[in-house]
């Protein structure tokens, strides 16, 4: 069973930078895809970035494209959401996921995901 464990929420000010990351364990899918998706109270699951296994694809949602940069090191089974310039709407529980499909960026085509960590955006 693949275990995936998020680190890095904290608190930040508007604008500020936080660096998330998301350690994969156990058996894991050949080539994962992995992607990052938030959730903030009253709103459903929402799409953030996707990365491809060898890092050469990857997507981000609208609302974060330019601010947030994902990356991952496969010899350490972790995958980074670096988000910059950050915005009280980006406040949310952050989750990361593994998909054993290419190309995915719907929440449905991920197989294994994270417990979250807690990103608030507030001054």
């Known amino acids: 069973q693949v275990q995936l464990v998020e680190s890095g929420g904290g608190l930040v000010q508007p604008g500020g930078s936080l660096r998330l990351s998301c350690t994969r364990s156990?058996?894991?899918?050949?080539?994962?895809?992995m992607g990052w998706f938030r959730q903030a109270p009253g709103k459903v699951r929402e799409f953030v970035a996707a990365?491809?296994?060898?890092?050469?694809?990857?997507y981000y949602a609208n609302s974060v494209k330019g601010r947030f940069t994902i990356s991952r090191d496969n010899a350490k089974n972790t995958v980074y959401l670096q988000m910059n310039s950050l915005k009280p709407e980006d406040t949310a529980v952050y989750y990361c996921?593994?998909?054993?499909?290419?190309?995915?960026?719907?929440?449905?085509?991920?197989?294994?995901w994270g417990q979250g960590t807690q990103v608030t955006v507030s001054s």
């Open positions: 996921a593994a998909s054993k499909w290419r190309g995915v960026r719907d929440a449905n085509n991920f197989d294994s």
């Open positions: 156990g058996r894991t899918f050949s080539r994962p895809t």
């Open positions: 990365i491809s296994w060898s890092g050469d694809s990857t």
